[in-house]
């Protein structure tokens, strides 16, 4: 197992070494900037590189933030923060006690800390302290325990559809739409003043994900029961060429429900439910529902549905060549939308790193409906 070591090195000079010989004894690679060769890459890009081989993350935080890159207005370490969030990743993070931090990263260990989706979070006064902490929690990880926890529903919760309409503009009538919905349980809902806060950061919170291009163009959307973004078209479809599928819409309900809307792959033969490639889309958006930082109850109920009004088949989807054939569902008769129907609530981490346990039975489900 490679073990990424992130954080700053001053003022956690002792940490970082402790930790390099401490995970080699326990049979296992650790990961540091200060162990790589001379590259011709920047330092920053070496280090995100590094950190996509590595199969956990171990963030330290100390007092000091670091160095601030001019291309994303952050650290090293919230740089990698944030594509280990992407990715997905298992990470431990421990903060140091009896130090005083510095306000940017007071401010970064708040993002830290409200990140509530299956993160290992402690504290430590001293190296010898960390040691024997972080001797435990990688035993923990090479038990491969999940951090998903299952419970029976014993009453359906109240859960939105979204209607695929005119508020989803960047998304054509040609295109089936991919819907993920996550509700907190036993929570009372957002005040107007609450609703209102969230609507005004919910773009700055997209954007802070790195999961959206710098150059794809964000859209405030009105509505009585939710607050919304859209997210354009990166550019205009060419015809005969295969589309991925995309974000296309982010909502927040009054209720407290978050949805994520995103097309199907497609071809020149209508959109494709691929037994391979759903249930990798289906990871990613509950791995960027949870980055958004916003759902921070215990427990939530999951439930994942597909618009038919478009063409819609069980198939390969292949993004360098269109089918030839196809044969899409309820062709000739009134299509009913794929709906999974929730019978389960799952703790917060299904949200990061459980994301890939929970998307393949979504995904087997909706795949089940269009089969029939």
Not at 146 to 173: I, K, N
Not at 308 to 337: C, Y
Request: proline letters at 6%.
């Amino acid at each position: 197992m490679k073990i990424f070591i992130s954080s700053v090195r001053k003022g956690l000079e002792e940490e970082r070494s402790a930790l390099k010989g401490l995970i080699r004894s326990l049979g296992h690679t650790p990961v540091r900037f200060e162990d790589f060769s001379a590259q011709p890459t920047p330092s920053r890009e070496a280090c995100l590189k590094a950190l996509e081989t590595a199969d956990v993350c171990l963030f330290l935080l100390g007092p000091f933030y670091g160095h601030v890159f001019p291309e994303t207005g952050q650290s090293a370490t919230h740089d990698e923060w944030v594509a280990a969030q992407a990715a997905g990743m298992p990470r431990i993070v421990y903060r140091k006690q009896g130090v005083v931090f510095e306000p940017d990263q007071h401010e970064f260990v708040r993002v830290v800390e409200a990140y509530a989706t299956g993160v290992f979070r402690d504290s430590f006064h001293t190296s010898v302290e960390l040691m024997t902490k972080v001797v435990q929690k990688v035993r923990e990880l090479e038990s491969g325990a999940s951090p998903l926890a299952f419970a029976r529903l014993v009453e359906q919760p109240s859960m939105h559809w979204a209607s695929v309409g005119a508020a989803t503009r960047s998304v054509s009538s040609h295109d089936a739409v991919l819907q993920v919905h996550v509700v907190p349980l036993d929570f009372p809902g957002y005040s107007a003043r609450e609703l209102d806060q969230l609507s005004a950061s919910l773009m700055d919170r997209i954007r802070a994900t790195r999961m959206i291009g710098g150059d794809i163009a964000l859209n405030p959307i009105a509505s009585d029961e939710y607050v919304a973004v859209g997210v354009a078209a990166s550019r205009p479809p060419s015809r005969g060429t295969p589309q991925g599928g995309k974000l296309v819409e982010c909502r927040l309900y009054k209720t407290g429900q978050l949805s994520t809307l995103a097309t199907l792959p497609r071809d020149d033969l209508g959109s494709i439910l691929d037994p391979d490639a759903l249930p990798q889309q289906l990871a990613g958006l509950l791995r960027f529902s949870g980055a958004l930082s916003i759902i921070q109850t215990d427990r939530i109920v999951v439930a994942a549905g597909v618009s038919t009004e478009a063409l819609v088949s069980v198939d390969i989807f292949d993004p360098r060549h269109s089918r030839q054939s196809a044969q899409p569902m309820g062709l000739g008769r009134a299509r009913r939308p794929l709906r999974t129907e929730p019978d389960e609530s799952v703790t917060l981490a299904a949200l990061g790193a459980g994301a890939a346990e929970v998307a393949p039975s979504l995904a087997q489900a909706l795949i089940r409906q269009a089969s029939r």
